[in-house]
């Protein structure tokens, strides 16, 4: 895989993360910079289990070597509960994102 350096690297492409059994990420990011995100984690914990799902959109950008999504919809959702306001933009270091992302084929 290429090593993501700018923008236009991240654009038109599906992203997955998977960082365990447990938690998986994919970003759908269009041509223009607006994306789909979801997030999909159990909590394997006896006393808690619990499904967590993240799903939102907005746009990416670029500003030195931080990826910022910014948030225009979002939603999570658990067993019991949803929340539907960010705490604040995702953000991702580009060695961070080479190091956990890869390109969907």
């Known amino acids: 895989d290429k090593m993501v350096q700018t923008l236009a690297d991240l654009l038109g492409h599906t992203w997955r993360a998977h960082y365990s059994e447990d938690e998986d990420v994919a970003i759908t990011i269009d041509g223009d910079g607006k994306f789909q995100f979801r997030r999909d984690e159990v909590v394997d914990d006896p006393e808690a289990w619990q499904s967590i799902t ?17 948030w225009t919809d979002y939603l999570r959702e658990d067993e019991d509960s949803s929340v ?3 705490c604040g933009p995702l953000q991702y270091s580009l060695a961070e994102w080479n190091r956990d992302f890869g390109m969907d084929q």
């Open 84 to 86: 539907d306001v960010p």
């Open 54 to 70: 993240e799903t939102g959109t907005g746009t990416v950008s670029l500003a030195g070597d931080i990826i910022t999504f910014s």
